[in-house]
């Protein structure tokens, strides 16, 4: 037994990195120092330093007004939204089991601070009394935007309530919480389980890229030598469309379908229940009859019956196109010799086979053109063109992944505007799918704060030494979600919560929809897509064959997306009780609505994130669509100009919707671009739709 010398000096407690400022470039997160255990002790401070903050404001003693409310709230929370940051960026794009063990309590003890602040009756007293008074208070267009969105917040929230109501309230944004984060591990669990190998006699079919990006995914997953396909999206659909095995095909399809739907520990039915019902009780106490009355009475749509007319509206052409589209692709396999109905793991593959035909195009002709790193030149160069912004590769920020790359965003004037995360690829750690999301978000309240702006993606890798290639979709994703980030790194306002993608749920993807029209532009694909090998431009026959194939396919592509935002509709519209069942729910609404056998959900309720992952899009998946004819019709702003790069509409576009952030009404604002309200059929003409509607 040692003894303790009576002068020795303790050791210094270990410093946690969440908690002491940041000495990297830009004050960015020191990945490689932050810890599992970092973050359970960086929460409890954070919490705690919020909720000293919000008492100092529900007792100063001085009469409300904004700067002592609105602005002092705006101001608290900092050291919590900086912790937060860095944790869900590492639960989403690269978890292990001891983050998402972290995760669950964390989402519970979230719950648990954030409701006794939204519900805080002096608070939301003082906040009242200035929103009552609000046109004598001398305040500017943004801070009375900021005024009208934190009483609405709050209201919404159930600061209203009676004690009872607050109380239950609190109880169920607890379990909502819980159910949220159980859902994604969930799902997350069945994606990193499963998996099929490929051996020689498996790969009839798959172009040389494919195979190559199956050997990563095997050796991402310490199977080297190997070569598997994995339930990404970006795996899948290739695999659909290629591959001549149909026994694989449908092996595949009902595994990527299946998940969260296995009967297993990471089944999701009963969560889905559950989170349905609690939806329901929140709703009717703050006195809507239905999640979905309440959802959408803040947001463009404002009520349920405006996003069905929209949704039945597209849905009747697209259907009629889709059933043309699966006679026609029966004809097909019957004229090769097919004796079986066409099924749903045989779509892509005949759709492939037709497009071909018609078209003379496929997927596998203009990949190799579609370097990554190609289109992300293009993306950055199209920002360029269009805001003056630039952007240099910088190899000093700290990352989460070794595969992470991070951009310095300057403006026209070469002043420093944001930095830029891009983690492109599939690995077991990271939630399917593709996100923009913030470690920082753009302010000026206290000095002028850059945002940190990140992009994640699950696009396939190359093989050792090659660049991964893309499919047309996934370089329309990329595009996608750098429009998301355009928007958060262009975002120029005052005060935080306003900033960036701090919109309306069914506005938020204009500005990434829009973008998307740039990638398929002929002066760009010019550009930007060369061979991976040779360098070689597009060949101009193959482009003029690309543009042409664009809205091959858009009945299957538009039931696919309109089938699940009227599911989600329905989930939040009918009372709770219907949907006890959940497969049967789901079977009765298409059946009620025609879907075509051949054709799926694009998300079956049990992998559908969007909606049952959080609540940020429940009754809300509509969005897209609704953001659809706003952005088919705000490109045609440039097509009038005869320039896709005109300046002036450039100007509009960046002034009145990237930067513009939450501090104009989203109406407003696309008038203010465009001179007037979107007009509807720009995004039946888009898909190719409209003919089809027209003769219905």
């Avoid at 002491?20 to 255990?37: K, M």
Wanted: with cysteine.
């Amino acid at each position: 037994m040692s003894e303790t010398l009576p002068n020795a000096a303790a050791a210094p407690a270990p410093v946690n990195p969440l908690l002491v400022a940041w000495q990297t470039p830009f004050e960015t997160p020191p990945f490689s120092e932050i810890a599992p255990e970092h973050f359970i002790p960086a929460f409890e401070q954070a919490f705690v330093d919020h909720a000293a903050e919000i008492t100092a404001i529900e007792h100063d003693p001085s009469a409300p007004d904004f700067a002592n409310t609105i602005t002092a709230l705006e101001r608290s929370g900092k050291l919590l939204a900086k912790v937060s940051a860095v944790f869900y960026d590492l639960v989403s794009a690269h978890s292990n089991p001891a983050l998402l063990e972290i995760d669950k309590e964390v989402s519970l003890r979230m719950a648990r601070h954030w409701s006794p602040i939204m519900m805080n009756a002096v608070l939301f007293g003082r906040i009242v009394m200035l929103h009552d008074n609000r046109a004598t208070l001398g305040l500017t267009p943004e801070q009375m935007r900021l005024l009208e969105r934190t009483y609405t917040r709050f209201h919404r929230a159930g600061a209203g309530l009676d004690d009872a109501g607050k109380a239950r309230m609190a109880e169920i944004n607890e379990r909502l919480a819980h159910l949220g984060t159980a859902f994604s591990h969930h799902l997350l669990g069945d994606e990193q389980d499963w998996f099929l190998e490929l051996g020689e006699a498996d790969r009839d079919g798959l172009s040389d890229s494919f195979v190559a990006a199956a050997k990563a995914a095997a050796e991402e997953r310490g199977m080297a030598g190997k070569a598997i396909v994995t339930l990404s999206r970006s795996s899948v659909e290739p695999f659909l469309k290629s591959s001549t095995r149909r026994d694989l095909r449908e092996k595949v399809y009902k595994a990527f379908t299946a998940r969260g739907d296995n009967g297993n520990a990471n089944d999701n039915n009963a969560i889905i229940v559950e989170i349905l019902q609690l939806r329901e009780e929140s709703a009717r106490l703050l006195g809507f009859d239905t999640f979905a009355a309440f959802r959408l009475e803040d947001s463009m749509a404002k009520t349920p019956q405006a996003v069905r007319g929209l949704l039945e509206r597209v849905w009747k052409p697209a259907r009629a196109r889709a059933l043309a589209d699966r006679d026609a692709l029966q004809a097909l396999n019957a004229e090769e010799g097919g004796n079986f109905a066409l099924a749903a793991w045989d779509w892509r593959y005949y759709a492939e086979k037709l497009r071909q035909r018609r078209a003379n195009f496929d997927d596998a002709a203009i990949k190799p053109y579609l370097s990554l790193d190609h289109m992300i030149e293009a993306a950055f160069d199209c920002a360029r063109r269009l805001f003056g912004i630039t952007f240099a590769e910088r190899k000093d920020i700290p990352v989460w992944h070794p595969d992470v790359r991070v951009w310095e965003v300057k403006d026209a004037e070469g002043r420093h505007k944001a930095l830029f995360y891009g983690d492109y690829f599939a690995r077991p750690s990271k939630r399917s799918g593709a996100w923009m999301t913030s470690l920082r978000d753009q302010q000026k309240l206290d000095g002028d704060i850059a945002p940190l702006i990140i992009n994640v993606c699950n696009f396939a890798k190359g093989a050792e030494g090659q660049p991964s290639l893309l499919s047309p979709d996934d370089a329309r994703t990329l595009f996608h979600e750098f429009g998301h980030g355009l928007h958060g790194m262009l975002s120029d306002v005052t005060y935080p919560s306003l900033s960036g993608t701090s919109v309306f749920t069914d506005f938020v993807e204009l500005p990434s929809q829009l973008y998307e029209h740039w990638q398929e532009q002929p002066q760009v694909l010019q550009q930007f897509a060369r061979h991976y090998q040779s360098g070689e431009p597009l060949p101009e026959d193959l482009l003029q064959r690309f543009l042409a194939a664009r809205k091959f396919n858009q009945g299957f592509a538009t039931v696919e997306f309109v089938s699940s935002a009227l599911i989600d509709l329905e989930f939040h519209t009918q009372p709770a009780s219907a949907s006890q069942d959940v497969r049967a729910f789901e079977r009765q609404e298409l059946e009620k609505i025609g879907m075509p056998a051949e054709i799926s959900l694009r998300h079956r309720p049990q992998q559908f994130g969007h909606i049952f992952s959080g609540d940020h899009y429940a009754a809300g998946y509509y969005s897209y669509m609704w953001s659809e004819v706003m952005d088919a019709d705000a490109f045609g702003a440039f097509e009038e100009a005869g320039n896709i790069f005109d300046p002036a509409t450039a100007k509009r576009l960046h002034d009145d919707i990237y930067s513009a952030g939450g501090s104009v009404d989203p109406e407003d604002a696309y008038v203010a671009f465009r001179g007037r309200e979107p007009e509807p059929d720009a995004l039946l003409r888009r898909r190719g739709l409209l003919e089809t509607s027209e003769a219905a």
